[in-house]
């Protein structure tokens, strides 16, 4: 058994220590905030993509850094995880990207709000959060391809693994809203292929295919690469 005094000095050495140690750490976190958060990298571009993240009320749906409204999905990593152009092509029209079944705001930004909207979501990716949000963290029907695997098929279009991957699978790999790509140049002449990634809605009224306003070299591209997959 401790005396009334050993006790007093037990209890007061104890809350001395963790008290040290806690403050010792909470200045180690400190010390680490400036190299972690950033900041070099704040554009103007960044700057006014906060803004519009702010006065749209994104957070109302959104939790960003694990802050905000549980409703939609974690946005921190999205650019990673999407792509600056699937990411723009979902706001100017959330709804095309999926069909008659999205609650996201269409919200009619131009392209600039657009693209600061992005740069703010890709500054926020790049903020060193200790491995925050835990990868990955939505969408487990959708398998990007790695980097070395799109390498080894070199014809294979960028474009495919940043969009249209997101509804369609090749060789297993990708969405599944749309039909798997695999020997479509069977089912599809290349004048066939071109017309519908032109405008879907002009060969197949009230399809579910968005219409994505592709490049014509982007569309020549994909046309050709389409065209090996028999
Ligand atoms: C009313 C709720 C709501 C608000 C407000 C909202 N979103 Fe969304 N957002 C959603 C939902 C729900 C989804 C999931 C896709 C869907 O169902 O449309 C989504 C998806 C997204 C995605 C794609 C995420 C992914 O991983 O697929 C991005 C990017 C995004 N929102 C950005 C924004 C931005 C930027 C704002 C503010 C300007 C915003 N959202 C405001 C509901 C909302
Ligand atoms: C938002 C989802 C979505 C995206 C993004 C998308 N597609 Fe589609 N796609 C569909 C759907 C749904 C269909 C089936 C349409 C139908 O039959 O009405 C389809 C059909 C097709 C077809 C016809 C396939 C067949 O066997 O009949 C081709 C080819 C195609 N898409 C290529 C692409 C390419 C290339 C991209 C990227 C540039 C792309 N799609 C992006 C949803 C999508």
């Given amino acids: 058994m401790l005396t009334k005094s050993q006790a007093r000095v037990f209890f007061l050495a104890g809350t001395v220590f ?11 976190t400190l010390r680490q905030v400036p190299e972690r958060q950033n900041s070099e990298a704040l554009t103007a571009s960044v700057v006014r993509g906060k803004h519009i993240w702010d006065s749209n009320n994104c957070m109302g749906c959104h939790t960003i850094l694990g ?12 650019v990673e995880r ?11 029209d959330p709804e095309a990207m999926y069909p008659g079944k999205r609650r996201m705001v269409r919200y009619g930004f131009d392209e600039e709000q657009i693209t600061d909207v992005i740069a703010f979501l890709d500054w926020i990716g790049h903020v060193d959060t200790n491995g925050f949000p835990p990868a990955p ?6 398998k990007l391809t790695s980097t070395a695997e799109v390498q080894a ?7 495919f693994d940043t969009v249209c991957i997101a509804c369609h699978a090749v060789g297993g ?3 599944n809203v749309g039909p798997a790509l695999d020997g479509v140049a069977h089912r599809m002449t290349a004048s066939e292929l071109d017309r519908w990634l032109a405008d879907p809605q002009s060969v197949k009224p009230g399809t579910a295919m968005p219409k994505l306003g592709l490049a014509d070299d982007t569309r020549a591209e994909l046309v050709a690469w389409l065209g090996t997959l028999k």
Wanted: hydrophobic fraction near 50%; avoid cysteine.
């Fill in 153 to 159: 098929s070199a014809a294979r279009p960028a474009y």
């Fill in 173 to 175: 790999r990708g969405g």
């Fill in 137 to 142: 963290d939505m969408a487990p029907d959708v």
């Fill in 82 to 92: 999407r792509g600056a152009e699937w990411i723009r092509i979902f706001l100017r």
């Fill in 67 to 78: 802050e905000g409204a549980y409703y939609a999905p974690e946005l921190t990593r999205v």
């Fill in 18 to 28: 963790f008290s040290a140690i806690f403050i010792l750490l909470t200045i180690d």
